[in-house]
């Protein structure tokens, strides 16, 4: 009966070695063809497992090395094709990788969906039936509970905004249509549909960007520490995770071979990147090159620049700043029980906007203006997420990106000119898509808007 | 008490509802009763003089595709029709039409009388005959008895009906029609659930006592216009409509007199329309509205009636006469019949099958205003296809339900069987998931294949709609494959059209798609051998222009269908569903859905319920298969 094909993370959820996307149905191989853009799955043998590089086709960046196993119906699970990529554990990854899989067509599987299938294919015994509508129920309810706790206050009332701002636009497309006489209301015309679409389009992509930042929150903030060698950093890291009880973890197997240690800065988690590098070497750039340096610097979200305040402003120092000019950063300007021979004024110049902090390291000198001033960064929206409404479900997100193309769709079809009935048509699909990421019911509420907005009668 | 004949169909009442499922049975070849308690109101028109609108006008159309006769008889006695949306895209273009009454009425009457099959007789039921849940006949008041085993109510408000204008209250139908009690009392002892609405009409004033000069007119298309497809003679002399306005006196009369309004005079009252509300109801509601339309629609040709639409009251006569006063135009104006609000009941829709047969009482059908809805579209929607699945019964064929996506017949039954209803129903294209498919332009094309199996389309029309079917085909098919090639000839007939040039080589079809292009444009550029007909060339053009559109449209639809096709057997027993919520449970036993499709939309059966009734329809048909 339902031909589309389902995808969803079918290992449990928490840190495991590994993770698991499963996609279950027609698709389930050209999907996976889009996401490993040199393999052809319709061609391999069924049951076989290959090592693969997994591209966004949107970006061509590579996002993970994974395993994938390939199983072509009707000899599977469901019965159907089935894909699972195996991924590295953590939820980072195996999200991404799902999220890219619905992004490709699959929708996400309901609770129990795999399941379900397999029975309606006939895989399952019928004696089981009972048993696979109890699963069915009690996956629901579960799923329901969650993503009650997931839903923050803030995102649902904002959400709720939207939709009564589309939902006042489509009832006035609507008595235009259904009332062509009423007069009281001004024709709707393609500038203002033009510009609400617009508007709820940016709330949309906002929402989308703070999953991005919603995951810095539930990641850490990648934090990179950065100087010319023997000027503290390793001093530096070291007082950030004994004070914070660090949590190390190692990521095997990857193209990289890193330690990331997870530290909580007054309520700010930090991640730091490439400790080990700093640890071993003291220096990042001398450990892995330039180029990867440079790629630290770009993964992360935060930027302690450390510098030597016994030693005069060099053009390494100059160089550390411009690298780090476009984004959060904090200077630390270190050894301050020794002879002050930087010149302050040169640092805060060349920091511009960023604050300049003072530190004895080895004296432990200056750690709680360094850590108020992460904190106020973090919370001073230099990092955007103090007041921050954040999504970062990917049921949520997947919603929100098809209320994006949905909107995209209404403002290309405005610019060809269609005529507004057809263009509303993508708007309520917004509306409705927005519903179901608050669980709202579409029964009927258009025209209970219609008729309390419009008087309208004969 | 006398055996008065046996029939295969009887039909209580003689409204818009009654009339077509008289018709339709008798097309297909059921002896058919028709009964009404007055002869001279056959598809009488107690409410607004006109036919059609956005939604409703494409239901007549539905309707004549079928075989209906709305259509056919308003086109032969309007007195002005207009195309609306027009400057909208062509998914919401309806006509309207305003109707000449009594010629409506008795053009409708003579078609009655010479449809073969058909019987006409006055008289008031006053019971349906009912042997072991089955319907058996209908016995009048004049006690006689009437046999059939298919009988279909289309008593619309007359069910306890209750005329009130300020504090005066009487139990009549309306325009003082008699009402019908005991029908209501049986249907209740017989288990029905009945509900309480309510609707009002405004006052009608006499022409020569308005100042047109201080009103705006309103007249019909000057293009000729016809709902049918069959209609070949238009009607050229229409007359027009007024516009005028109410204004802060009128307000104010209204808002000092609502405590002797019978709807606000605090009693309990039955749910009335909020899309077609009272002045006092807009006033109450909308206050900081500093005026309100009022159109002024004569009843027809022959008669100084002027309908005042906009005004539905049920205040005192006497306010109604001074809030007309403060009305620009009607100062003047003498009230020839009071506005007044009617109580009735209705039967609470989701008893009904698809079929619109009661799942009480088998052969009993109900139809029209009688189900919940308002409008005489509506009502004559019902009526075609329970008289339509009434005769199959009969006659042994198979039922015919149309779905949501196939006509907003499809949608107005399966909302009233599924959803049911808290306020008179009335259709909006917004109800309707694939508006888009759902033209006007397209009703035939729907629908006359249908019209044509059930035998009540002439080989005649079909002929012409199988032409028209095929010269659409050929046309589009010519477009898609002629290529356009850029000539300096064809760039200025571009450029005369506000376009861009064209740089290479285009089909025909892919300039068509451009915005500003028209078919007309495309005609000059690569003419058709011959002319082809007006409603060809729109199909063609609505077909090329908007196909990324009604493509998607059809993916739904398939999806919707697959659902639809997965059937839930009567027997079912939902206490036995294991894991369906409790809400989902009492609900599924109460609509009794036939479809999973069905199910899945009604309030409270919720994704994972669809889910767990997918599962326990599977294991049921395995263990059937398994068990042979």
């Given at each position: 009966?339902?031909?589309?094909?389902?995808?969803?993370i079918?290992?449990?959820?928490?840190?495991?070695?590994?993770?698991?996307?499963?996609?279950s149905?027609?698709?389930?191989f050209?999907?996976?063809?889009?996401l490993?853009?040199?393999k052809?799955?319709?061609?391999?043998?069924?049951?076989?497992?290959?090592?693969?590089?997994?591209?966004?086709?949107?970006?061509?960046?590579?996002?993970?090395?994974?395993?994938?196993?390939?199983?072509?119906?009707?000899?599977?699970?469901?019965?159907?094709?089935?894909?699972?990529i195996?991924?590295?554990g953590?939820?980072?990854?195996?999200?991404?990788?799902?999220?890219?899989?619905?992004?490709?067509?699959a929708?996400?599987?309901?609770?129990?969906e795999?399941?379900?299938?397999?029975?309606?294919?006939?895989?399952?015994?019928?004696?089981?039936?009972?048993?696979?509508?109890?699963?069915?129920r009690?996956?629901?309810?579960?799923?329901?509970?969650?993503?009650?706790?997931?839903?923050?206050g803030?995102?649902?009332?904002?959400?709720?905004?939207?939709?009564?701002?589309?939902?006042?636009?489509?009832?006035?497309?609507?008595?235009?249509?259904?009332?062509?006489?009423?007069?009281?209301?001004?024709?709707?015309?393609?500038t203002?549909?033009?510009d609400?679409?617009?508007?709820?389009?940016?709330?949309?992509e906002?929402?989308?960007?703070?999953?991005?930042?919603?995951?810095?929150?539930?990641?850490?903030?990648?934090?990179?520490?950065?100087?010319?060698?023997?000027?503290?950093?390793?001093?530096?890291m070291?007082?950030?995770?004994?004070?914070?009880?660090?949590?190390?973890?190692?990521?095997?197997?990857?193209?990289?071979?890193?330690?990331?240690?997870?530290?909580?800065?007054?309520?700010?988690?930090?991640?730091?990147?490439?400790?080990?590098?700093?640890?071993?070497?003291?220096d990042?750039?001398?450990?892995?090159?330039?180029?990867?340096?440079?790629?630290?610097?770009?993964?992360?979200?935060?930027?302690?620049?450390?510098l030597?305040?016994?030693?005069?402003?060099?053009?390494?120092?100059?160089?550390?700043?411009?690298?780090?000019?476009d984004?959060?950063?904090?200077?630390?300007?270190?050894k301050?029980?020794?002879?002050?021979?930087?010149?302050?004024?040169q640092?805060?110049?060349?920091a511009?906007?960023?604050?300049?902090?003072?530190?004895?390291?080895?004296?432990?000198q200056?750690?709680?203006?360094?850590?108020?001033?992460?904190?106020?960064?973090?919370f001073?929206?230099?990092?955007?997420?103090?007041?921050?409404?954040?999504?970062?479900?990917?049921?949520h997100?997947?919603?929100?990106?098809?209320?994006?193309?949905?909107?995209?769709?209404?403002?290309?079809?405005?610019?060809?000119?269609?005529?507004?009935?057809?263009?509303q048509?993508?708007?309520?699909?917004?509306?409705?898509?927005?519903?179901?990421?608050?669980?709202?019911?579409?029964?009927d509420?258009?025209?209970?808007?219609?008729?309390?907005?419009f008087?309208?009668?004969? | 008490?006398?055996?008065?004949?046996?029939?295969?169909?009887?039909?209580?009442?003689?409204?818009?509802a009654?009339?077509?499922?008289?018709?339709?049975?008798?097309?297909?070849?059921?002896?058919?009763?028709?009964?009404?308690?007055?002869?001279?109101?056959?598809?009488?028109?107690?409410?607004n003089?006109?036919?059609?609108?956005?939604?409703?006008?494409?239901?007549?159309?539905e309707?004549?595709?079928?075989?209906?006769?709305?259509?056919?008889?308003?086109?032969?006695?309007h007195?002005?029709?207009?195309?609306?949306n027009?400057?909208?895209?062509?998914?919401?273009?309806?006509?309207?039409?305003?109707?000449?009454?009594?010629?409506?009425?008795?053009?409708?009457?003579?078609?009655?009388?010479?449809?073969?099959?058909?019987?006409?007789?006055?008289?008031?039921?006053?019971?349906l005959?009912?042997?072991?849940d089955?319907?058996?006949?209908?016995?009048?008041?004049t006690?006689?008895?009437?046999?059939?085993?298919?009988?279909i109510?289309?008593?619309?408000?007359f069910?306890?009906?209750?005329?009130?204008?300020?504090?005066?209250?009487?139990?009549?139908?309306?325009?003082?029609?008699?009402?019908?009690?005991?029908?209501?009392?049986?249907?209740?002892?017989?288990?029905?659930?009945?509900?309480?609405f309510?609707?009002g009409?405004?006052?009608?004033?006499?022409?020569?006592?308005?100042?047109?000069?201080?009103?705006?007119?309103?007249?019909?298309?000057?293009?000729p216009r016809?709902?049918?497809?069959?209609?070949?003679?238009?009607?050229?002399?229409?007359?027009?409509?007024?516009l005028?306005?109410t204004?802060e006196v009128?307000?104010?009369?209204?808002?000092?007199?609502?405590?002797?309004?019978?709807m606000?005079?605090?009693?309990?009252?039955?749910?009335?329309?909020?899309y077609c509300?009272?002045?006092?109801?807009?006033?109450?509601r909308?206050n900081?509205?500093p005026?309100?339309?009022?159109?002024?629609?004569?009843?027809?040709?022959?008669?100084?009636?002027?309908?005042?639409q906009?005004?539905?009251?049920?205040?005192p006569?006497?306010?109604?006469?001074?809030?007309?006063?403060?009305?620009?135009?009607?100062?003047n104006?003498?009230?020839?019949?009071?506005?007044?609000?009617?109580?009735?009941?209705?039967?609470?829709?989701t008893?009904?099958w698809?079929?619109?047969?009661?799942?009480?009482?088998?052969?009993l059908?109900?139809?029209?205003?009688?189900?919940?809805?308002?409008?005489?579209?509506e009502?004559?929607?019902?009526?075609?296809?329970?008289?339509?699945?009434a005769?199959?019964?009969?006659?042994?064929?198979?039922?015919?339900?149309?779905?949501?996506?196939q006509a907003?017949?499809?949608?107005?039954?399966?909302?009233?069987?599924?959803?049911?209803?808290?306020?008179?129903?009335?259709?909006?294209?917004?109800?309707?998931?694939?508006?888009?498919?759902?033209?006007?332009?397209?009703a035939?094309?729907?629908?006359?294949?249908?019209?044509?199996?059930?035998?009540?389309?002439?080989?005649?029309?079909?002929?012409?709609?199988?032409r028209?079917?095929?010269?659409i085909?050929?046309?589009?098919?010519?477009?898609?494959?002629?290529?356009?090639?850029?000539?300096?000839?064809?760039?200025?007939?571009?450029?005369?059209?506000?376009?861009?040039?064209?740089?290479?080589?285009?089909l025909?079809?892919?300039?068509?798609?451009?915005?500003?292009v028209?078919?007309?444009?495309i005609?000059?550029?690569?003419?058709?051998?011959?002319?082809?007909?007006?409603?060809?060339?729109?199909?063609?053009?609505?077909?090329?222009?908007?196909e990324?559109?009604?493509?998607?449209?059809?993916?739904?639809?398939?999806?919707?269908?697959?659902?639809?096709?997965?059937?839930?057997?009567?027997?079912i027993?939902?206490?036995?569903?294991?894991?369906l919520?409790?809400?989902?449970?009492?609900?599924?036993?109460?609509?009794r859905?036939?479809s999973?499709?069905?199910?899945?939309r009604?309030?409270?059966?919720?994704?994972?319920?669809?889910?767990?009734?997918?599962?326990?329809?599977?294991?049921?048909?395995?263990s059937?298969?398994?068990?042979?």
């Amino acid at each position: 009966m339902e031909q589309d094909t389902i995808a969803a993370i079918s290992t449990p959820v928490g840190e495991g070695a590994i993770a698991i996307v499963r996609l279950s149905g027609e698709e389930a191989f050209t999907i996976a063809n889009r996401l490993f853009q040199t393999k052809d799955f319709q061609q391999v043998d069924s049951h076989t497992i290959h090592y693969g590089k997994l591209v966004d086709p949107k970006t061509n960046e590579l996002v993970e090395e994974v395993m994938v196993s390939v199983m072509r119906g009707p000899k599977t699970f469901t019965r159907e094709d089935i894909i699972e990529i195996n991924c590295h554990g953590g939820m980072v990854s195996v999200n991404r990788v799902l999220q890219l899989a619905l992004r490709e067509g699959a929708r996400l599987a309901e609770p129990g969906e795999f399941t379900k299938r397999a029975f309606l294919n006939g895989r399952i015994d019928l004696s089981q039936a009972e048993a696979v509508m109890d699963l069915i129920r009690s996956k629901t309810d579960r799923a329901m509970s969650v993503a009650l706790k997931q839903m923050d206050g803030r995102l649902s009332s904002l959400i709720r905004d939207l939709r009564q701002q589309l939902i006042e636009t489509v009832a006035h497309v609507e008595v235009n249509i259904d009332y062509p006489e009423y007069d009281d209301v001004e024709e709707m015309t393609h500038t203002v549909l033009t510009d609400k679409t617009t508007y709820v389009k940016t709330e949309v992509e906002k929402l989308l960007q703070t999953a991005k930042q919603g995951k810095i929150l539930r990641e850490g903030i990648g934090t990179a520490i950065i100087g010319k060698p023997n000027v503290g950093k390793s001093s530096l890291m070291n007082i950030l995770a004994h004070e914070n009880k660090a949590i190390v973890t190692e990521i095997p197997g990857t193209t990289r071979d890193v330690i990331e240690e997870y530290v909580n800065v007054r309520g700010v988690p930090l991640r730091l990147i490439d400790t080990a590098g700093i640890r071993e070497t003291e220096d990042i750039v001398e450990k892995i090159g330039v180029e990867r340096s440079r790629q630290a610097l770009q993964e992360a979200d935060l930027i302690l620049l450390v510098l030597n305040g016994n030693e005069s402003f060099t053009e390494e120092d100059a160089a550390l700043f411009e690298a780090a000019k476009d984004m959060d950063f904090i200077a630390i300007v270190n050894k301050s029980d020794l002879e002050m021979k930087l010149d302050l004024d040169q640092v805060r110049q060349a920091a511009g906007d960023a604050p300049v902090i003072t530190t004895s390291l080895i004296h432990e000198q200056g750690i709680d203006e360094l850590e108020s001033a992460i904190g106020d960064t973090f919370f001073d929206g230099s990092i955007d997420s103090g007041d921050l409404t954040y999504v970062s479900n990917v049921r949520h997100i997947q919603l929100l990106e098809q209320a994006e193309t949905a909107l995209q769709d209404a403002l290309e079809a405005m610019e060809n000119d269609m005529p507004l009935d057809l263009v509303q048509i993508d708007i309520t699909r917004t509306w409705e898509l927005l519903g179901e990421i608050i669980g709202e019911d579409v029964n009927d509420s258009l025209i209970d808007q219609l008729f309390s907005q419009f008087c309208l009668g004969k | 008490m006398y055996d008065a004949g046996r029939y295969d169909v009887i039909v209580i009442g003689a409204g818009h509802a009654g009339v077509e499922a008289g018709l339709a049975a008798a097309k297909r070849g059921a002896k058919t009763l028709m009964l009404t308690l007055n002869l001279d109101l056959i598809a009488f028109m107690p409410c607004n003089p006109s036919v059609g609108g956005p939604a409703k006008g494409v239901v007549v159309r539905e309707i004549d595709a079928l075989g209906g006769h709305m259509g056919k008889t308003i086109d032969k006695t309007h007195i002005q029709m207009k195309l609306l949306n027009t400057s909208k895209g062509p998914a919401v273009r309806a006509l309207r039409a305003q109707a000449d009454k009594v010629l409506y009425q008795q053009e409708m009457k003579y078609v009655i009388e010479n449809q073969e099959n058909l019987t006409l007789r006055q008289g008031m039921v006053e019971k349906l005959l009912i042997e072991d849940d089955q319907i058996k006949g209908v016995m009048t008041e004049t006690k006689a008895c009437y046999y059939a085993d298919q009988v279909i109510v289309t008593t619309g408000t007359f069910m306890r009906g209750k005329v009130l204008i300020g504090d005066i209250e009487y139990e009549s139908g309306p325009n003082n029609q008699r009402p019908t009690i005991l029908l209501s009392e049986q249907l209740e002892e017989l288990g029905f659930e009945l509900v309480r609405f309510k609707t009002g009409t405004p006052m009608r004033v006499n022409s020569h006592t308005i100042d047109y000069s201080k009103t705006e007119i309103q007249p019909g298309d000057e293009v000729p216009r016809a709902f049918s497809y069959e209609t070949t003679e238009f009607i050229t002399d229409q007359i027009p409509c007024w516009l005028t306005y109410t204004g802060e006196v009128t307000h104010q009369i209204i808002d000092e007199n609502l405590q002797k309004s019978a709807m606000y005079s605090g009693a309990e009252r039955g749910a009335g329309p909020r899309y077609c509300p009272s002045i006092e109801d807009k006033i109450v509601r909308f206050n900081d509205k500093p005026r309100h339309q009022v159109f002024l629609e004569p009843e027809g040709r022959k008669t100084d009636e002027v309908y005042v639409q906009g005004l539905s009251t049920s205040l005192p006569e006497y306010v109604q006469k001074k809030l007309l006063e403060t009305v620009p135009g009607l100062e003047n104006a003498e009230i020839m019949r009071a506005g007044y609000a009617i109580e009735y009941d209705a039967v609470v829709p989701t008893q009904l099958w698809p079929t619109l047969e009661t799942k009480k009482i088998a052969g009993l059908y109900t139809a029209g205003q009688i189900n919940g809805t308002s409008g005489y579209e509506e009502a004559a929607a019902q009526g075609i296809m329970a008289g339509i699945n009434a005769a199959a019964q009969a006659l042994d064929k198979e039922p015919l339900i149309l779905d949501r996506s196939q006509a907003y017949i499809g949608v107005l039954i399966d909302d009233l069987v599924t959803k049911g209803t808290d306020e008179p129903y009335r259709l909006l294209t917004s109800r309707a998931e694939y508006r888009l498919l759902l033209r006007h332009d397209n009703a035939d094309l729907r629908l006359t294949d249908i019209g044509y199996d059930m035998e009540m389309i002439t080989e005649e029309r079909y002929a012409m709609f199988n032409r028209k079917k095929d010269l659409i085909q050929d046309e589009i098919a010519r477009l898609e494959k002629t290529r356009i090639k850029p000539t300096k000839e064809i760039q200025e007939i571009i450029e005369e059209i506000g376009g861009s040039q064209l740089k290479d080589g285009i089909l025909a079809a892919d300039l068509l798609r451009r915005p500003e292009v028209k078919y007309d444009t495309i005609k000059r550029i690569v003419p058709t051998e011959d002319q082809l007909p007006e409603d060809v060339e729109e199909q063609v053009e609505i077909h090329i222009k908007y196909e990324g559109y009604i493509k998607k449209s059809n993916q739904q639809v398939e999806k919707m269908r697959k659902m639809e096709n997965k059937l839930i057997p009567d027997h079912i027993n939902y206490d036995e569903v294991h894991g369906l919520a409790t809400e989902a449970q009492d609900k599924l036993k109460e609509v009794r859905p036939l479809s999973v499709g069905q199910a899945s939309r009604i309030a409270g059966v919720n994704p994972a319920d669809v889910s767990i009734l997918l599962v326990y329809l599977e294991q049921g048909m395995r263990s059937k298969v398994s068990n042979e």
